[in-house]
């Protein structure tokens, strides 16, 4: 069945999760995108993170990440440094309804693919450039990653442990936020294209969308001059809020707890008379007042349940409570998988990668779901498809491409990051255990 | 006046707290209509803190006053057959509802898809919920913090050997808010090009689980469960301590990063050394590099090795404050904080467009409606009904 998005064409000149996941998104409803890379400069993520760390062979076919932020795309390189490439990537564009990008402002202009110039070769096309900062303005320039913005924006700032330093999430979060606000800002361009057909420049600056979702910080500074403190887990009203320690090495579990009733629950499902009559803990001001003495007896108690055992025994009860999942415990929590939240795809057999689960979408449509999915493309993979079917290239037009370097199928300098091993990974601490039979493990939950 | 992307779009919004009325939100600023529905003692968005100078008042709420820009405002009791019946006239001329109530709330008011559908054919009805409408965590509760707990975020995030932290205020609800704005015009544009109406599910909880790096797909290409990370992960874009802040000196990415640049930018002789040289190399002394960079960064001013870093395009970044967002030069040149003026909270600065459309642009022509403004418009002039009707409707509770 065609997504809702069938018939819409995207050329992405992506590179790392921004852009690409936000197109991953489009393509996974319907649209037909098709991802442009380099030979000369790869992509990082093609290259780190293999699948069972084996960067023998053409490792560039088996990064996690490409994998995971690609799939539904047709690939197609070109070397964008050659007047023939970019001819390319223009023609391509003719066609398209969407040209996406997210390098900087410099490169844009360098390779003369402004908005102005493409709307030369396609009049209606919608373009949208993902920046750290914005397209236009003094930092436009200025290259990020998801760290950058995430400080830039003011969320690190206010993020941290009580009375500690700010921290910041260790991924690049904001890719994400300014990803989605992307996904939404293509869909507004599209559904003004198809009442208007007019085509128009989105601008993304991937610190303001993320600015756009902090207003309890930003609001309170504008309105009332003030910067909070960093609050840790805690919230500005609920008492107790935070997580706990549970059984076992380095497991956890989070609650708010918003009334009378939740808290009397809580004291029930942890067997604490006394914290229920205690005179401090009475209604949810006196909680709030005394809360870090209240969290400093929830976790020597919580210590001794089981995460998972605790939360469902507190959600029987009506509280808000959640396990904190780690990476293993994600994959095969019982909801998501009902739901059928993983997608099981096939890989290249060339690659050596088995069939595996990867997370789909945060939304169901019921009567246009998603596009059968299908494993992000191996370099070049759609190469002679695109040209030919697409541009009306014979196949000795695509030779003759090959033989001049403008498109190809590996990097020109194939250099892959080498992790450590996984023992050094976890003495290091970054990993907290590894599972030598997660193939197995994956198989047997995911047969695909 | 400028033409709006989302011109004659049709959204009755019965959301309330955050991702719903952030979704619509997005929606209304963007252009298309959208009348909320309120409870008759509003929004609890409206009783949430902070306050215009700490004046606890439903008119006063500040992240109310964000959420709620562009939007009208009736209040209506759905708990009764006439508000229902009133609700059901509305529905009948939207294009878009949506709602974040619990899974089983629609369905107990008689306000499910199918119901619905049954009045209007070629509605979308979005709903926003914890854990989504089906599957055995369906009628679990949840907070911001069970929502990062459950999507995977909060193990990852903190220090390595501490409790798992959460990102400060509301991030999952925005999250689940902005990707519930994009799948209702996915069913909208298919609407607008067959009439086909659907229902759309989003989960806050698949929200933050679609947004990570490394979690699941380190164990499935690896067997490794990720930890928080050391303070010396090998990681440069990691945060640290400056003289005067933080930053987050990240010299590059992947093969674009020369690194004998790097060392003279420094001035660290002891960096150009076959142990750092080569990302492989530096995360095989990732401990070692970490604490070169904590003593070197701690003399630093953030702002002047900020801007200098860029001129070698370094991607350095710099922790802002709240004060300091709000005056930093780049958003200043964007104009992207924006002056609106509210009959009670007077005129502030509000965050503005999250992006830039250069044909239809973002604008704040309404500030948030205060409860109920919209009554008589809407069910006087819009639905027809008399004075009496109304003082009616106001005396039995319904409005």
Redesign the interface.
Known sequence: MP???EGVRIIEMGQ??AIPFAMK?LAD?GAQVIRLESTG??E?YR???????DVSGEFWNKG??F??QNRNKLGVTLDLSKPEGLQILKDLVSVADVFSENFTPRVIKNFGLE?EDLKKIKPDIIMVSST???F??????????????????????????LGG?????????TD??S???????V??????R???G????????Q???T??????????????G??GP????Q????SP?????CRGD?R?????V?TDEEWQAVCRVLGQDGWASDSRFEDSLSRWQNRDELDALIGPVTSSWDAHELMHAL?KE???????????D??F????V??D??EVLSHQDSTGIPP?????????????PAVKGKAAPLMGEHNSLILSELLGKTTGDVAALEEAGIIGYGPS?P?P????S?D??VR????????????EQ?RRAFPG | MP?R?????KVLDLTHHISGP?CTK?LAD?GAEVLKIERPGGDPTRR???F???EVDPEKS??F???NTNKQSVTLNLKSAKGIQVLKSLVEQSDVLVENFAPRVMASLGLD?EALQQINPSLVMTSISN??Q????RD?????????????????????D??????????AQ???G??????T??????Q??TG????????????V??????????????????????N????L???R?SADG???P?P?????LNWDVLVEFMELPELADDKFNT??AR??N??ELGQIFDDYFINQNKYERFYAA?EK??????????????A????E??N??VDIDHPV?GT?????????????PWDARNPAPTLGQHNVKIFGQRLGHTPEQLVQFRATQII
């Open positions: 997504g809702p998005l790392l999760i998104m409803m400069r790869l990082s290259a780190d993170s293999v699948y069972q760390n996690a990440n994998y995971e908005y750290g900062y914005g236009y303005g003094p930092w436009a320039n200025f290259g990020a990653t998801g760290p950058a913005t995430e400080g830039a924006a003011g969320l690190a700032y206010q993020t941290g442990y330093e700010p921290v910041m999430a260790e991924i690049p979060y994400y936020t990803g989605e606000h992307t996904v939404f800002a869909m507004t361009a599209l559904m003004h198809l009442r208007t007019e085509g128009q420049f989105v601008d993304i600056s610190t303001q969308a600015s756009s979702t902090i207003p309890e910080i930003l609001m309170d500074f504008s309105a009332n003030r910067t960093r609050m840790g887990n919230d500005s009203v609920m809020q935070g997580c706990y320690p380095d956890w579990l989070t609650m708010a918003a959600q009506g509280v808000a409570a959640g396990a904190v999942l780690d990476s293993k994600l994959l929590d019982p909801h998501l009902e739901r939240f993983y595996l689960p990867y997370a789909s979408r945060p939304w169901k449509l019921s009567k246009t300098d250099r990051v080498r992790r450590p996984l050094e990974q290091q601490g970054r990993m907290q255990r590894y599972e030598t039979d997660f193939e994956v | 033409d992307a989302l011109e004659g779009v952030y997005l963007f949430m803190a902070p215009l100078n700490d500040l992240v006053a964000y959420l898809f854990f989504g089906t599957g055995p965590y679990y509760k949840a907070a911001d913090i069970v929502e990062y707990a459950m999507g995977g975020l909060m193990y990852i995030s903190g220090a390595y501490r409790e798992p932290l959460k990102h400060a205020f509301n991030q925005f999250k689940a902005t990707d519930a704005a994009s799948a015009l996915m069913a909208m544009y298919h607008r090009l086909e109406g659907q229902q759309v599910d989003v989960s806050i909880q698949e929200a689980a679609t947004g990570l790096r490394d979690v699941v797909n380190n164990f499935t290409y690896t067997g490794a469960v990720r930890r928080r990370q050391p010396h992960s090998g990681d874009s990691r945060i301590a933080h930053l987050t990240n590059g990415i992947g093969a674009g990302p492989s995360l095989a990732a401990e860029h395009r370094f991607i350095f970044g710099v922790i802002q404050s709240p004060e300091e967002v709000m930093d030069p780049q958003f040149a964007r992207y904080f909270l502030l600065k509000y965050p503005g467009a999250p992006f830039e459309m250069s044909g239809t």
